[in-house]
């Protein structure tokens, strides 16, 4: 049986919106947002992105594994590949950095100004972009995840594979939890992980290979319940759920057009958002 993640009904203003206006409201203000790189106009982003999380009436119990994974790849993202290592584009945006601090033993390293701005920026625009998609899987209904992906112009195999897609994570975490708490009724000790690398991955077996088996097996019976429902002779289907738009839906489509439209127009036309950051930090 396949699960999702903790969905629960919450009569919130977000989920009155139909999903498929909310998945291109997330996916057109991304290419929004990506078009920018001016933290006053990802501030704005981020805000929008925040109050969407607020309306949602989602609680940080029920998000934070998902704020500390997200925590984690921002720390490496902006720490390691910015601050560190100075690459991506931040060598494009800085022509001649303020350097506050420089050695060159026994590396090289100098650290500006506006690197440490454009860390922020960074932060700013990850959050902006997060924030936007951490609260799908946590208030969209699982039941209308294929006719969600059907109605956005998906196929029927398409829009079914996104569905599965989106139940793996969540049936693999509870599939590992049930055969962790069958061992540790067997006398399987977790903590007791020493020697080397590869002593440490044999006693993983007890764990990885029930996982691993169980996952394929559970992949061949549901390809073989859609054979016997003959998913694959190319009729067309019908699906179970059906949904419609509504007035609110357009307007919420209209909005994210417009924003695109203008994410395009002011930095290549106008020259407005690109990397700015303010003069009072400048020496």
Same mark, same amino acid.
């Given at each position: 049986?396949i699960?999702?993640?903790?969905?629960?009904?919450?009569?919130?203003i977000?989920?009155?919106?139909?999903?498929?206006?909310?998945?291109?409201?997330?996916?057109?203000s991304l !290419?929004?947002? &990506?078009?920018?790189?001016?933290?006053? !106009?990802?501030?704005?982003?981020?805000? &929008?992105?925040l109050?969407?999380?607020?309306?949602t009436?989602?609680?940080?119990?029920?998000?934070?594994r998902?704020?500390?994974?997200?925590?984690f790849?921002?720390?490496?993202m902006?720490?390691?590949?910015?601050?560190?290592?100075?690459a991506?584009?931040?060598s494009?945006?800085?022509?001649?950095?303020?350097?506050?601090?420089?050695?060159?033993?026994?590396f090289?390293?100098?650290?500006?100004?506006?690197?440490?701005?454009?860390?922020?920026?960074?932060?700013?625009?990850?959050?902006?972009?997060?924030s936007?998609?951490?609260?799908?899987p946590?208030?969209?209904?699982?039941?209308?995840?294929?006719?969600?992906?059907?109605?956005l112009?998906?196929?029927?195999?398409?829009?079914f594979?996104?569905?599965?897609?989106?139940?793996?994570?969540?049936?693999?975490?509870?599939?590992?939890?049930?055969?962790l708490?069958?061992?540790?009724a067997?006398?399987?000790?977790?903590?007791?992980?020493?020697?080397?690398?590869?002593?440490?991955?044999?006693?993983?077996?007890?764990?990885?290979?029930?996982?691993?088996?169980?996952?394929?097996?559970?992949?061949?019976?549901?390809?073989?319940?859609?054979?016997?429902?003959?998913?694959s002779?190319?009729?067309?289907?019908?699906w179970?759920?059906t949904?419609?738009?509504?007035p609110?839906?357009?307007?919420?489509i209209?909005y994210?057009?417009?924003?695109?439209?203008?994410?395009?127009?002011?930095?290549?036309?106008?020259?407005?958002?690109n990397f700015?950051?303010?003069?009072?930090?400048?020496?």
């Open positions: 049986m699960v999702t993640f903790g969905y629960r009904p919450r009569e919130s977000v989920e009155k919106f139909d999903p498929r206006a909310r998945w291109i409201f997330s996916i057109l !290419f929004t947002i &990506v078009n920018f790189w001016d933290i006053r !106009f990802l501030l704005y982003f981020m805000v &929008v992105s109050v969407q999380y607020r309306l009436r989602l609680t940080w119990k029920e998000t934070r998902a704020w500390m994974f997200i925590f790849l921002m720390f490496v902006i720490f390691i590949n910015t601050i560190i290592t100075s991506g584009t931040i494009d945006v800085i022509r001649e950095p303020h350097v506050i601090l420089e050695f060159y033993r026994p090289h390293f100098a650290l500006s100004i506006e690197r440490l701005w454009f860390a922020l920026t960074q932060i700013v625009r990850i959050l902006a972009i997060t936007l998609f951490l609260v799908i946590f208030t969209m209904d699982p039941r209308r995840y294929g006719v969600t992906f059907k109605g112009g998906f196929g029927d195999k398409l829009a594979t996104m569905d599965l897609a989106f139940r793996f994570v969540p049936t693999l975490a509870r599939d590992f939890s049930i055969t708490d069958a061992q540790k067997r006398g399987y000790e977790l903590e007791k992980f020493d020697g080397n690398i590869f002593k440490k991955i044999a006693r993983m077996a007890p764990l990885l290979i029930p996982v691993t088996m169980n996952s394929l097996l559970s992949g061949e019976d549901m390809v073989n319940a859609m054979d016997l429902r003959s998913f002779s190319g009729e067309k289907r019908t179970l759920h949904l419609q738009y509504q609110r839906d357009y307007v919420l209209a994210s057009v417009v924003m695109l439209v203008v994410s395009f127009i002011l930095p290549h036309y106008f020259g407005i958002g700015w950051m303010p003069d009072f930090l400048l020496p």
